[in-house]
């Protein structure tokens, strides 16, 4: 197992990894990087390491920015003195979120659940961890019930544009532009909808095929896209997710 490990503190980062010595001895540390801006080079050049330990305050930032400005594939355990980033971090492939100073018992624990996470499905899984494992659920949702005034309607996948989350708020978008809002977060979503059809873009949009209009270059290998209906915001599709897009569009 290769860790990337994002810690400032070297007295920090010298008990976490003895900590990890005792927990999994198999591990191997990938990388010890102390800013956002040596993270993100270092994920952008290397390949995606089995697991990131990421304590929240970094050097030049939070370690959270990371993974507002990468789409990031690697699980993540974050190891912090605060408390009030939990929930930002949980929208993140976050496995646990162990307050300092940590104990060996809890980092343990939140490896154990790294493992049932990644244990192949061929195995004695429970059907609690199942669907964690599959990429798709094996039966698409089709219908949404959405709240208008009083009123709850039943509306179908076929006539949706995009989802869209913004302030710890998700939002449905017709693809003749009506709005609502909807009890999912976009993680739930990308199990529940069929990845034929709907594509998660990035941390803020997932799109329905029909919805994409045209792609444009952008900077930095990144691509635009035009959605119909436009949001309000900018559409962009990181550098390393702009093949699958493409991939997804061709019917790939």
């Not at 006539?159 to 693809?175: G, N």
């Not at 998660?200 to 919805?211: G, S």
Request: aromatic share 8%; charged share 20%; net charge negative.
């Amino acid at each position: 197992m290769r860790i990337l490990v994002l810690e400032d503190e070297y007295p920090a980062a010298e008990r976490l990894q003895r900590l990890l010595s005792q927990a999994a001895p198999e591990a191997q540390i990938a990388a010890q990087l102390d800013t956002v801006a040596g993270a993100v080079e270092w994920l952008q050049t290397h390949p995606a390491p089995d697991l990131i330990l990421a304590d929240i305050h970094l050097a030049d930032g939070i370690s959270l920015d990371v993974f507002d400005q990468l789409v990031v594939s690697s699980p993540v355990i974050f190891t912090t003195a605060y408390d009030q980033y939990a929930l930002q971090a949980f929208k993140t492939h976050s496995v646990d979120y162990l307050l300092k100073p940590i104990k060996l018992t809890e980092l343990q624990a939140a490896l154990q659940k790294l493992r049932q996470w990644h244990r192949p499905a061929a195995s004695e899984v429970s059907q609690q961890l199942q669907p964690l494992l599959n990429t798709t659920s094996p039966t698409p949702k089709t219908r949404f019930l959405v709240r208008q005034g009083e009123q709850l309607l039943p509306l179908h996948a076929t006539d949706i544009a995009w989802f869209q989350s913004r302030h710890e708020t998700v939002t449905l978008v017709t693809r003749s532009g009506q709005r609502y809002l909807v009890d999912y977060t976009l993680e739930q979503l990308e199990q529940l909808l069929d990845a034929r059809q709907f594509f998660r873009l990035n941390r803020q949009f997932i799109a329905h095929l029909p919805a994409v209009q045209r792609l444009h270059p952008h900077f930095n290998g990144k691509l635009k896209l035009d959605l119909h209906p436009a949001p309000a915001e900018e559409v962009l599709v990181s550098r390393e997710k702009a093949g699958a897009v493409k991939s997804w569009l061709e019917g790939g």
